[in-house]
């Protein structure tokens, strides 16, 4: 596996270093991960070796590869518009962000969906969510290697910094505009409370 490509991949344990920028590096592009949809990340992950020939691109390669991107960035702004309701029968049910509410394929039924209305919030989020994202994708050793080869020997510093400085600017955006919404490729909030008690009391 190539360096960036562990760079971008959460370890359970991850290797000692005594370079303390590469730990500020590390710890920042972990919590960037979990700022983008699961499933768009996955994807990403999974088709761009495949895409990029492993950094060995040819220009059909480069072609793909860039569809790949394009997809990918599409797919974490309209995350970002969408939000989710339980039904009757306690399913979730899902649907795009309107002004006047959110629209839905499933019946309501009691369930008010003008109170999941567009906000300005939904906007920041979406630029910040596919910046984030650009921040991976600019890290990733295949993309480097395809698309500018010579990033990584030199701007070893920005490659350092850039995770932590994203990392620490989305703790901000995100406290001035905390989310609300539980859209695609997001677990709703219940869940991940109940997931992290279900850790912490696996843990004690």
């Not at 590390?26 to 495949?50: H, M, R």
């Not at 910040?128 to 990584?152: E, H, I, K, Q, W």
Request: one cysteine or more; hydrophobic letters at 40%; charged letters at 20%.
């Amino acid at each position: 596996m190539s360096e960036a490509s562990s760079l971008l991949i959460p370890k359970t344990n991850p290797p000692v270093t005594s370079d303390p920028m590469a730990n500020k590096s590390l710890t920042g592009l972990e919590s960037l991960i979990k700022l983008l949809p699961t499933g768009t990340l996955f994807i990403y992950l999974l088709l761009n070796p495949v895409l990029t020939n492993d950094g060995e691109c040819s220009t059909s390669n480069k072609v793909m590869s860039s569809i790949l991107i394009a997809l990918c960035s599409f797919s974490c702004v309209f995350s970002c518009f969408t939000d989710s309701f339980k039904d009757t029968d306690g399913s979730r049910k899902y649907g795009i962000v309107t002004r006047k509410g959110l629209w839905t394929y499933a019946d309501p039924g009691s369930v008010d969906l003008s109170k999941y209305k567009l906000r300005i919030a939904d906007f920041v989020h979406a630029g910040f969510v596919v910046a984030v994202f650009g921040t991976l994708v600019l890290l990733d050793a295949n993309t480097a290697s395809c698309f500018y080869p010579r990033f990584r020997e030199t701007q070893k510093t920005l490659v350092m910094v850039l995770p932590v400085a994203v990392g620490i600017a989305s703790a901000g955006i995100f406290a001035i505009f905390p989310s609300k919404r539980n859209g695609l490729g997001y677990a709703p909030s219940g869940e991940k409370e109940e997931e992290e008690t279900k850790k912490d009391a696996g843990s004690a």
